[in-house]
Structures are given as structure tokens and as C-alpha cells.
């Protein structure tokens, strides 16, 4: 999604700006742009397409002034080019925005009615035409911003500019995330604590309803009914040295191979290494007095919500509702008071999960949330808040932020299931040991990557590809499929293997590969049946599984993934790494962006 930066500064800030959008360029974008303040009067630069456009833009003009913003831009409203990208001048108003204003098309037939000109075919613009016409009929720039808050419907992180007015900055939020970053006689605004990383380790975050006045020297925050208020000021974990991809080709891939390091982090959090006891920190929950689990997310976190289900069903024996979050709060759901609800988010800031956790939130339900930024608006807002170790996600398509959400909801399921008296101690204790060789066994599997690369290779030729599982291995079968639409742009599907029988096999024939996920447990010959009747049909069959299982097969398959004999609780996070490398290597051959695909965004905040 689009991301913000303002700074007030000491010295030129437009190659800073810069330097910050950069570290937003993981959000995904289709056009940049940064516009300062030079002896007052508002100039700006903006281009199409990669940040390397601006960047030349900026070689080839200086912008001068020490007071500016600039915007990454995901397209919403209006096509992608130059004269759409943020941004946005209206007289003596510049503004770029983040989200969506649901009511532009009613503001701006009533501003052409009354004879403003619009320069693009944005929702934005309208923000700059109401602080325009506020200013020009004699109200400050404070004046006019309140305003136009009242007058906008939607979701919106904004950073206004104004020509005169150098020591000035406003922000406001309502829905995406923003925050202040405060600096020695300097001031910043960021969609994140990314953005501001290298500037600034102290930030107040902004919440819903609230905007900010800023100066060098000074901030002034006011809620949603314009009352002056404090925000606290927090020390951030986030860190530039972090988003480098080193010696990786892509972020993805240096993320894939980060996934030991990462998961020990998570499992750390919840495992005591001493006495290998589990322990759910600050979760203060009667499990027994639970009857009920809901749970809600979007995208790869819905992926490792449905794994949770299997799990917390099983071993807790407690009843779990699943659901996309863009359809939750819309099916009118019964509220009962004894169910929890879990919200899974990457970013904590994905607008349609937020929205469901606020839709139960005001049916009295206990909120907990599994997210990979504790600053986040989800983790702020949950009663209890299960954070992912997996450090900052830079690739689009999310592979150690899912494997860590996977790691946690093991965690709470084994704490469930401990907590309710369905596993004994003996139980228990195995899960926990099946769950720290994990590390290790990730990174045997991290061994096969060349091998992986060659299966890979084949599937370039394919326009479509399905995956097969059963059990915990449907959702894998999910996620690979995923993986491989996000970045390599051919078609997949991910089906439990059992439907095969109820439609798909109509498709199978000669060109069709067919991946099958299917680990050495209780379902296994199910799905070799399913698998053999693939293969009576011709199809090209790769299959995931163990040593033991891809030696019986070797004849009835095109290709194996192996993956180590391991305690099939853990086999879903295993199956993860192959068919994330698999659509990885897919991608690279096709010379496709892998770190940044088309028409995707890495926080989707807005609905």
C-alpha cells in the first residue's frame, strides 16, 4: 500500500525523503513523487513506475527546500502516471495520502460546480481542493485541515504541506497507520517505523481519528473531536540494517532462508529454553470457560489460520470458526461471550482484519492477535497480543512471517489443549521437541534448494498447476498455490485432495503438473490414492514427502521434494518450505518481480 514521509529539517531533505521511500518500496507501488518548500513556495518532482525514476528526476533537478513529504503511490483511483502520482498541489495545499475517500465523487462534482479545475483522476486531490477553498476564504492552515476532516468519509493517512509555511506539517489518520518521529530540531511523519528507521528510534503513533500539528520544536496531536491530546512516546525495535538484502538475489529468497533463524526467535518467546516449558506470555484466558475460537485474517495469515484450526480442534478439543476477514463482519455471525477471537496479520495493519477485530471488540468479545509488528494497530488494540519474531518482511509474497504465525498458533494450540486437559504432560512435552527441532529440520530442507530450482524450471512451460493435501497438508496445498499465482503469474489452485474426484480431474491430462503435498501421516494413503489417479490420467506429478515415501513413489512420479521424518504435528511448516521455494524459482525464470509483483501490495490497508 502507498507510503508516506514528511520531514521538517535542518538541511535539504528531498534526498532523505527519498532514502525513506526506499525503505517503503516493500509496500509495493506504481509511481513516487516529493515535493518541498523552496523559500516558500511549494515545488515537487514525481515519476512513474520504480523509485529509479524519481531518483533520476532528482538528480536532474535539485530540490532545495529542508521542509517536504513524499508518497509512494498503489493505484486506487486513476490510472498510474505522472499526473496522478502524490503529490497533490491545489493553490497553496500539498498533500499525499494513503487510503481511500469514499465520498471524492459527491465532493468533486460539487467543487466543479462551483468552477474548480481537478488535474487528476484521484480521490486525493479533493482532500487538497477542501483545505484550498477553506484557506482561500480566509481560514489557517489548522482551520482549514479541520475542515476538511469533517467534510472526507473513508480511510485515509495524510501529510499536508502548505507554501509559506516552512516550520509547518500536518498528519492525520484514520484507518492506515502513521506516526511521528521526533529528532534534534527536526520532526518526521511516517506510514512506519521502517520509513523513519534510520532518522529516529522515538515515535508516537498516531490513533484512529487523530491529526497532528507539527513544528520543529513541537507537536500537538488532537483526537477525532478535535480536543488537544497526549500520545506516548515509544522507543521502536525496527532498524534499517534490516531490510538489506545482502548477498540474496531478492528479498524473498533471503527471507525463505532466514526462516531457522527466525522460528527459534518465536518459539523462543514462547518456549522457556531452560525447562522446556511452555509458556504464553501475558495471555490471561480461562480456557475452559472457552467454547469458541474465531478466527479471522486475509491472504498467507488466513492460510496459517486455517493449520490453527486443524490444530486447536484437535488437541484442544475446542470448537473454531475460520474466516476471510473481508467477509467476517458481513455474514451477521452470532457474538456468544464465551468465544475468543484471533486475529492473524503479517503487518497489523490490514484494514479488513482490523475491521473484524473492532466488530467483535464491540460485541464485548476477548481480542487476541498474532502480528510481526508490536507497534501495529492490531497489536495495540487486542487484549492479547502473540507476537511473531520474524523481523521485517521486505518480499510481497510473505514466506518466514507465515511460518512464524504457524509456530505461534503451535504454540497456543499445545497451551490450549495442556490448559483444557486433552494433552498430558507426556503429550505435551513431545509436541514441544517436535516444535525446537524445527530449525534444524528447515534448514535440511533448505539444502535441496538447487535440486528445487531444477523441479522449478519445468514449471515455466505450465499455464496452470494444482495442489493436493489432506488434512493439515489442504492449507500448504493453499499456500503453495498462492505462492506461485502472487509471483509467477500463472494460474494454480490448491484443493484437499479428496475433492479431486468432484471437478478438478476433469483437468488433468498430459501438461498439467500436479504438486502434491503429502507427509507420512494417518492420511497418506488417501492421498496416494488420490495421487494414483493423477497419474492414470498422465499427469506430472511432483510429490512432497519423506525420503521412505518419495522411494516407493519414484516410479509413478515426475519429481520428489523430501522432507525430513519428523513428528507429523510439525509436517505443515516443513511442507511450507518447498512449495515456497518452488514458486520462487518459478518466478525468477519467468523474470517476474518477484519482491514486488504486479497490481500487490505487502499491507493492504485499506478495504
Not at 488434512?471 to 479431486?500: D, N, Q, R, V, W
Not at 503438473?513 to 507420512?520: F, R
Request: aromatic share 6%.
Amino acid at each position: 500500500m502507498c507510503g508516506i514521509v514528511g520531514i521538517l529539517g535542518q538541511t535539504p531533505v528531498a534526498g532523505t525523503i527519498y532514502e525513506a521511500l526506499k525503505r517503503l518500496e516493500y509496500r509495493g507501488y506504481d509511481s513516487s513523487g516529493v515535493a518541498t518548500l523552496e523559500d516558500g513556495r511549494l515545488t515537487r518532482l514525481r515519476a512513474r513506475g520504480k523509485l529509479v525514476n524519481l531518483e533520476k528526476c532528482l538528480r536532474e533537478t535539485t530540490l532545495a527546500g529542508t521542509s517536504g513529504i513524499g508518497h509512494t503511490r498503489w493505484a486506487t483511483h486513476g490510472v498510474p502516471n505522472e499526473t496522478n502520482a502524490h503529490p497533490h498541489f491545489c493553490g497553496p495545499v500539498a498533500v499525499v495520502h494513503n487510503g481511500i475517500i469514499e465520498n471524492f465523487r459527491e465532493l468533486r462534482e460539487e467543487f466543479e460546480a462551483q468552477g474548480c479545475h481537478f488535474e487528476t483522476d484521484t480521490d486525493t486531490e479533493t482532500v487538497a481542493q477542501i483545505i484550498a477553498l477553506a484557506m482561500k476564504d480566509g481560514k489557517t492552515p489548522l482551520e482549514a485541515v479541520r475542515e476538511m476532516l469533517g467534510r472526507v468519509r473513508g480511510a485515509f493517512a495524510l501529510g499536508i504541506l502548505f507554501s509559506g509555511e516552512e516550520d509547518l506539517l500536518i498528519g492525520a489518520r484514520n484507518g492506515p497507520p502513521l506516526a511521528v518521529g521526533y529528532g534534534k530540531g527536526e520532526m518526521y511523519l511516517g506510514s512506519d517505523a521502517i520509513a523513519l528507521a534510520p532518522l529516529t528510534n522515538s515515535l508516537s503513533y498516531l490513533e484512529d481519528g487523530d491529526w497532528v500539528v507539527m513544528s520543529r520544536e513541537s507537536v500537538r496531536f488532537f483526537d477525532e473531536n478535535h480536543d488537544e491530546v497526549t500520545r506516548p512516546v515509544t522507543q521502536t525495535s525496527q532498524s534499517a540494517i534490516h531490510i538489506d538484502k545482502g548477498n540474496y538475489r531478492h528479498f524473498m529468497v533471503k527471507e525463505i532462508f532466514e526462516q531457522p533463524e527466525v522460528i527459534s526467535h518465536t518459539l523462543a518467546n514462547y518456549i522457556n529454553p531452560l525447562d522446556g516449558k511452555i509458556s504464553i506470555p501475558d495471555l490471561d484466558l480461562d480456557w475452559n470457560g472457552l467454547n469458541r475460537i474465531t478466527i479471522s485474517a486475509c491472504g498467507t495469515a488466513y492460510i496459517a489460520g486455517l493449520v490453527g484450526k486443524y490444530w486447536l480442534e484437535e488437541l484442544a478439543q475446542i470448537n473454531v470458526d475460520i474466516d476471510v476477514a473481508s467477509e467476517f463482519r458481513y455474514r451477521k455471525a452470532p457474538m456468544p461471550q464465551d468465544a475468543l477471537a484471533l486475529f492473524i496479520s503479517q503487518s497489523g495493519e490490514t484494514a479488513d482484519t482490523l475491521a473484524g477485530l473492532r466488530h467483535c471488540r464491540g460485541h464485548g468479545l476477548k481480542i487476541a492477535s498474532i502480528v510481526n509488528v508490536a507497534e501495529s494497530t492490531i497489536a495495540r488494540e487486542s487484549d492479547f497480543t502473540l507476537p511473531t519474531r520474524a523481523g521485517v518482511e521486505v518480499g510481497v509474497a510473505s514466506t518466514k512471517a507465515f511460518t512464524c504465525q504457524l509456530g505461534v498458533l503451535a504454540c497456543l494450540a499445545i497451551e490450549a489443549g495442556r490448559e483444557r486437559g486433552v494433552l498430558d504432560e507426556a503429550r505435551v512435552e513431545t509436541l514441544l521437541r517436535a516444535l525446537e527441532t524445527l530449525p534444524g529440520h528447515i534448514h535440511e530442507i533448505l539444502r535441496q534448494d538447487a535440486q528445487i530450482e531444477e523441479i522449478a524450471k519445468s514449471l515455466t512451460k505450465s499455464r496452470n498447476i494444482l495442489y493436493l493435501g489432506r488434512g493439515t497438508s489442504f492449507p500448504i496445498a493453499l499456500e503453495g498455490a498462492l505462492k506461485l499465482k502472487e509471483i509467477s503469474y500463472i494460474h494454480a489452485e490448491g484443493y484437499a485432495a479428496g475433492e479431486l474426484k468432484h471437478g478438478p480431474i476433469a483437468l488433468i491430462d498430459e501438461e498439467m503438473p500436479v504438486i502434491v503435498v503429502a507427509p507420512d501421516d494417518a492420511l497418506y494413503e488417501k492421498t496416494l490414492s488420490n495421487m494414483q489417479e493423477v497419474a492414470a490420467r498422465g499427469g506430472k506429478i511432483i510429490l512432497i514427502s519423506n525420503a521412505r515415501r518419495c522411494d516407493q513413489n519414484a516410479n509413478n512420479v515426475w519429481s520428489c521434494i523430501e522432507i525430513p521424518d519428523a513428528d507429523t504435528f510439525i509436517n505443515p511448516i516443513l511442507a511450507a518450505l518447498p512449495v515456497q521455494l518452488l514458486a520462487y524459482h518459478t518466478a525468477v525464470h519467468m523474470g517476474t518481480d518477484v519482491d514486488q509483483p504486479r497490481n500487490l501490495a505487502k499491507s493492504v490497508t485499506v478495504e
